[in-house]
């Protein structure tokens, strides 16, 4: 059946409207003209950037924006006046790389200088495809044309991905050589995440970021599905820690230390470990603690607490070889009981007792504390839990959090850098964002395993990141008094900024 609508009779036909030159111009105007623009300065696509990315140990990008002020770098690079100017006619994304010889590059896009590909350029800049980077200084910019002319590598796999978050986001990549400058003798802990790439954003407070890492350079993994984001710690770490990292496994952060023979030997000769007693180490979740000591030889005192389950003879075995092993280096043990203090009025079942859960603390010839050992009792119960000491004496309480792997099975890390940064205890090449920090929080996850079978991470060892940190509020400023000046201070201050640093030890350095 087909409906049928009726005609309507008595109506007028439609009236034709004939042409309209005016509106006709118009829509024709507002829709050729920007057209045309487009041509002539087409949004760049950063396609350069694959070429950037691999001749850079760490590149940064940055979104411009009206009420920014023209950033340092830019007026540094292409001068006060120039800067401005071309500052703005920028919109989206720009970066900034640094290359093996350590100095900053500025990177913008080419159309900033003009529709045509002959257009002028500033001194040491050079065309990379719709990109235009300018080099720092002449010796820079001579190795930036030798590194150009060289056959760039199409980026695969996390490369590709780190490439992707630059041209789209404010962002970081680096590689193994700039982890290894920026974190300085820390590095060795980080192996993990030699090679990455974070999103990051600004907060009313401080930064916050999430990305991934391989613990292989230049990986090509495909990227797994990302996880939940872990929620956050609620409290921020005491004033009496100074540091707090918590493990699904120790390997996890000792791997890069243990695998080498050269150091791994060593160790195991000095401290009475074998091949089963380091695997049972290295498997064992864990929780580390660095706290200030205000008093005494040392800085700062170190904390290793692990999780040791409820079989117990082999660790009380080779804690046996270990106290073994330092009393051949000619230290004592202030809580042995063959010493005559602690032998007097043992009865069989303190001594029994002792010999279950023993505690050690050693000192040298002088008397000062390095550190011991003992047993400790989770706040919420359960299998006693292995405590290790360095750089102070044993700690009173007999009940402590327990080493409770962080969800995901990674690591998790907070911090005080400012606190550490005051004692001395951080790179001196970390971000100055990052030394100012009051607190800092990173998490880690390793990446869901790609096929059934494989270990997490998969072949590449890839980690899931994320992490946040917080500044201190600005001060406001002193009110003014009618006190005389006083006199500046007679102590020397070095030209490289630096303080004089005190004559007590760290736990590092012993």
């Known amino acids: 059946m087909t409906l049928t609508l009726p005609r309507w009779k008595g109506l007028p036909p439609a009236p034709r409207l004939g042409p309209l030159p005016i509106t006709s111009a118009l829509i024709a105007l507002l829709v050729l003209a920007p057209a045309s623009q487009l041509h002539r300065f087409p949004r760049s696509n950063a396609e350069g950037l694959e070429r950037v990315v691999g001749m850079a140990t760490l590149v940064q990008s940055f979104q411009s924006g009206d009420a920014r002020p023209v950033p340092l770098l830019w007026q540094e690079r292409l001068g006060a006046e120039s800067a401005t100017l071309l500052w703005t006619r920028q919109r989206g994304t720009w970066w900034q790389f640094w290359g093996r010889e350590g100095s900053a590059h500025l990177v913008v896009p080419a159309r900033l200088f003009g529709p045509q590909a002959s257009a002028p350029l500033p001194g040491r800049a050079v065309r990379v495809d719709d990109l235009v980077v300018i080099a720092p200084d002449p010796l820079s910019f001579q190795t930036l044309q030798q590194e150009l002319r060289r056959t760039a590598r199409t980026p695969r796999g996390l490369e590709q991905r780190c490439v992707n978050l630059l041209r789209s986001s404010q962002a970081v990549v680096w590689t193994k050589l700039a982890l290894a400058q920026i974190s300085g003798d820390l590095a060795p802990l980080l192996q993990r995440f030699q090679q990455g790439c974070l999103t990051v954003s600004a ?28 929620s956050p710690s609620r409290e921020p770490l005491p004033p009496d820690l100074l540091l707090e990292v918590a493990g699904a496994r120790l390997d996890l952060l000792l791997d890069a230390l243990l695998s080498n023979a050269v150091i791994r030997q060593p160790l195991m000769d000095r401290y009475g470990l074998d091949q089963a007693a380091l695997e049972r180490l290295q498997n064992t979740p864990f929780l580390l603690r660095l706290r200030p000591q205000p008093k005494g030889p040392f800085q700062a005192s170190l904390e290793l607490q692990l999780a040791v389950g409820q079989e117990r003879s082999g660790w009380t075995r080779w804690l046996s070889a270990l106290g073994q092993a330092l009393e051949r280096q000619g230290l004592s043990d202030q809580l042995s009981p063959s010493r005559p203090e602690n032998a007097a009025g043992n009865s069989a079942a303190a001594t029994a007792g002792r010999a279950k859960l023993a505690s050690s603390l050693w000192l040298r010839d002088d008397g000062t504390p390095l550190g011991g050992w003992r047993w400790v009792v989770p706040t919420a119960g359960g299998a006693p839990e292995l405590l290790f000491v360095l750089g ?16 995901g099975g990674g690591l998790s890390l907070r911090a005080r850098p400012e606190s550490l940064a005051a004692l001395g205890l951080l790179p001196p090449d970390l971000p100055a964002v990052v030394r100012r920090s009051t607190q800092l929080e990173i998490l880690s996850a390793p990446a869901a395993a790609s096929k059934p079978g494989a270990s997490p991470g998969g072949d590449a060892g890839l980690s899931w990141l994320w992490g946040s940190l917080r500044l201190a509020a600005p001060k406001a400023p002193a009110a003014a008094t009618t006190k005389p000046a006083q006199a500046p201070s007679a102590a020397p201050v070095s030209q490289s900024g630096s303080e004089k640093t005190s004559g007590r030890e760290t736990t590092s350095g012993r």
């Open 203 to 230: 907060e009313a407070d401080g930064l916050s970021w999430q990305g991934e890492a391989s613990a292989k350079p230049d990986s090509v993994a495909t990227s797994p599905s990302l996880p939940p984001v872990p």
């Open 392 to 407: 102070a004496g044993l700690p009173g309480a007999e009940r402590f959090a327990p080493a409770r792997p962080p969800a």
